[in-house]
């Protein structure tokens, strides 16, 4: 859908809505993001997780999370300056799942957050009920 676009595409922004704690809180965008590298010049990725709970981001074994600091940290991405990261929840409960999900920088993009050609950016957001 994106292929027109990709020699002029400098900023993708992707919002994310998950209703399900089965289901993928990143929705396959790595794979997506790995088809376009070396192809472009995208300097910004902006992406927002809209869930329910924190729980619904289902950190577990992380592998998506951990694709995608693999794909955006690949050789290929030219003109990649900066990677946002934004969690958006709709619970006031902090609990053990919460502080996993906070941690997501140490644990699942040790690369974006020690890239020293990428700023990366990453916020958990609870807007409680």
Not at 13 to 37: K, W
Not at 86 to 103: G, H, K, P, Q, Y
Request: glycine share 4%; net charge negative.
């Amino acid at each position: 859908m994106l292929r027109p676009s990709m020699q002029t595409l400098k900023h993708i922004v992707v919002n994310i809505h998950v209703y399900d704690v089965h289901d993928d809180p990143l929705c396959g965008i790595p794979s997506e993001l790995e088809d376009m590298r070396t192809k472009n010049i995208i300097e910004s990725v902006t992406i927002t997780i809209m869930v329910p709970t924190v729980a619904s981001c289902n950190p577990g074994d992380g592998e998506a999370w951990g694709r995608l600091d693999e794909v955006l940290t690949t050789p290929g991405w030219f003109a990649l300056k900066q990677v946002s990261l934004a969690i958006e929840s709709r619970t006031t409960d902090i609990n053990e799942l919460e502080v996993a999900v906070r941690n997501l920088p140490e644990t699942q993009f040790p690369r974006l957050s020690t890239s020293n050609s990428v700023s990366f950016d990453f916020k958990v957001y609870t807007l409680g009920v």
